[in-house]
């Protein structure tokens, strides 16, 4: 811990772990202004945030004025473990608590799963894989659309699903509310987002979902493999 363990976020095993793929990393660091993503590092798939050069003071000013950055250490100081994925496969559990494998059929491409706030469907049809009580998964190629002020439907920034989704899946995952309701999930990442730099013309609302196209044979193949794999391995 470099004798500092205040600004190194994972001393007591709190995670914000990642997919081993570049596309990512890249949406964390999507997520964070510029010249502040050098407090965030990657270490075997694992997100941690290094404040040690900064006094308590210029780390409360530096996340006021980063909302996306704030959003990232909430999620690695959240005592809970939740995974991020932009994968175009999802490992997670069913409602029972068994595995199961989904390979990205599902209208909008992406899974928010949590063990503890409700879903959409004011239940838990997707739950994490194991050794998670958080999951998302974002396929890296589906692609979104909005409506911007005039009602005309323009592309919706991944960045802009990535946030609300890791927002909307932390109030879920660590303060166990419920998707549903003027003070759910959803809205409480509608409200973070238009706090957030990054916002689009219509936070937490999407017009169109342009699904990503279906897998070459090579790469169905591969994702066969592992989710064969996956569903074989005994905890």
Not at 21 to 38: G, P, R, W, Y
Not at 90 to 108: C, D, E, S, V
Not at 120 to 137: C, F, I, M, S
Not at 147 to 153: E, F, I, K, V
Request: no cysteine; aromatic share 6%; net charge positive.
């Amino acid at each position: 811990m470099g004798n500092n363990p205040i600004w190194h976020n994972d001393v007591l095993g709190d995670t914000l772990d990642i997919a081993n793929n570049e596309a990512s990393k890249n949406d964390i660091n999507s997520l964070v202004k510029s010249n502040n993503q050098k407090y965030v590092t990657f270490k075997n798939n694992r997100v941690n945030i290094d404040f040690s050069n900064l006094s308590t003071q210029e780390k409360s000013d530096l996340l006021k004025s980063d909302e996306g950055l704030k959003l990232i250490n909430d999620l690695v100081t959240s005592g809970k473990k939740i995974l991020y994925e932009a994968l175009d496969y999802a490992l997670l559990r069913n409602a029972t608590g068994k595995k199961m494998t989904l390979m990205f059929t599902l209208p909008a491409n992406i899974i928010n799963a949590s063990t503890r706030g409700k879903d959409a469907a004011n239940g838990h049809r997707d739950l994490p894989k194991e050794g998670y009580q958080g999951q998302v998964v974002i396929h890296p190629k589906v692609e979104f659309e909005e409506n911007d002020q005039t009602g005309t439907s323009v592309k919706k920034t991944r960045a802009s699903i990535v946030f609300h989704e890791l927002a909307e899946n932390y109030e879920r995952t660590h303060n166990n509310i419920d998707y549903k309701g003027t003070k759910g999930a959803h809205n409480r990442a509608k409200s973070r987002e238009a706090r957030w730099h990054g916002k689009s013309e219509d936070p937490g609302n999407v017009s169109k979902v342009i699904k990503a196209p279906s897998p070459t044979r090579s790469r169905f193949n591969i994702i066969s493999n592992i989710t064969k794999e996956y569903m074989s391995w005994e905890e």
